[in-house]
């Protein structure tokens, strides 16, 4: 007899018991002011904790402000959440300009530029401030964790909490596990992505974790398609959502994620692996260099309305 086919496992990731070790967490500090640190901030402060989210100037410090109650302005007009909610949610956020601000934090979440001397800095200074239980967590989505780990005095408290863009409706976090971290640590973050109300996966320290790993070539794959005049941008974007079922093509996700940091991932990608189809394709870099980074900036391979 045959034997009976098997679909792909219906299990969650990170079954139960697998990874429990909950560590009080009350306080999460986010550094970082961009459309990730932003999504970061909501979906814990929304999940009940309280958050200290810190930007370099007041500005961007109060842009994760006003980014967070827009958003929540939109899930009231859409019926998901009462005013009642939204202003309880915003209430447990402060945001400052000050790391020191971030010393009560049980875990802090980094979600600065993917640029890793920017961030070894800041995890040294972090390091130095924080209590000593707190976990140290990275939002990179392909820089060596074990890195950052080190530079700290704390390695095994150190590990990727790696979310999705937009943050709030993306519901998988890839729990990144570098050699140093503990079994402890990598428990306290599977069960913070669970308490947020998202799907952990524990992934090794290796460039592109799961996601970006494959999902990146793809995405430098249809530029170089474009570039050939295979067809137009609005026809492979259309391509893929209507034959492959993804809700947008890679044009359009190329500009949700930004083109700087889609560069700064393939280049990292191509530095770990040093597979062709990950050097960033030549009209992405013009791209950059013109400015044109996507949503943010209000052009990428389409335009965008600035709000
Ligand atoms: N914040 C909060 N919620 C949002 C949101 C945002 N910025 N954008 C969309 N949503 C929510 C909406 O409120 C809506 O929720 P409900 O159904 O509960 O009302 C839901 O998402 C669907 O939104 P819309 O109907 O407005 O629009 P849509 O159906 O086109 O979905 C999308 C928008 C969720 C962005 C969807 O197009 C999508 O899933 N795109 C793919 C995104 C993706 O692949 N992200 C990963 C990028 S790679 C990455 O992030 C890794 C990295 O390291 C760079």
């Known amino acids: 007899m045959p034997a009976p086919l098997v679909g792909p496992p219906t299990r969650k990731p990170c079954s139960e ?7 009080p967490i ?3 500090g986010v550094v970082g002011s961009g459309i990730m640190g932003t999504g970061i901030a909501e979906v814990a402060a929304a999940a009940g904790y309280r958050v200290v989210a810190r930007g370099r100037t007041p500005q961007s410090a109060e842009s994760v402000l006003a980014g967070v109650r827009r958003s929540l302005d939109r899930q009231v007009e859409r019926g998901k959440r009462t005013e009642a909610e939204r202003d309880e949610i915003l209430g447990r ?3 400052t300009t000050e790391l020191k601000d971030l010393a009560q934090a049980d875990l802090v979440i980094e979600s600065v530029v993917e640029d ?6 800041l995890f040294e200074e972090l390091d130095s401030l924080c209590q000593p239980a707190t976990i140290l967590a990275t939002n990179t989505s392909t820089l060596p964790v074990v890195d950052i ?3 700290t005095g704390r390695p095994q408290q150190v590990c990727g909490i790696h979310f999705f863009n937009p943050a709030p409706a993306m519901s998988l976090v890839e729990v990144v596990r570098p050699l140093t971290a503990s079994q402890e640590t990598i428990s306290a973050a599977v069960e913070f992505a669970r308490s947020c109300g998202k799907e952990p996966v524990v992934v090794e320290d290796r460039a592109g974790f799961i996601v970006n790993a494959l999902l990146f070539p793809y995405l430098n794959n249809a530029v170089h398609l474009l570039e050939r005049g295979v067809a137009t941008k609005e026809d ?3 391509a893929m959502v209507g034959g492959c079922g993804f809700p947008m093509g890679p044009f359009a996700l190329l500009d949700l994620v930004g083109l700087d940091t889609s560069v700064a991932i393939l280049e990292a990608l191509y530095a770990e692996h040093r597979e062709p189809q990950c050097a960033p394709a030549p009209l992405l870099r013009r791209m950059v260099a013109a400015g044109h980074l996507g949503r943010k900036s209000g052009r990428g391979f389409y335009d965008y309305q600035r709000a």
């Open 17 to 23: 018991g697998e990874y429990d070790r909950p560590m």
């Open 93 to 95: 956020i402060t945001v």
């Open 26 to 28: 009350t306080t999460v």
């Open 149 to 151: 780990g080190m530079v």
């Open 236 to 238: 492979i974007d259309a």
């Open 116 to 121: 890793l001397a920017v961030k070894l800095e």
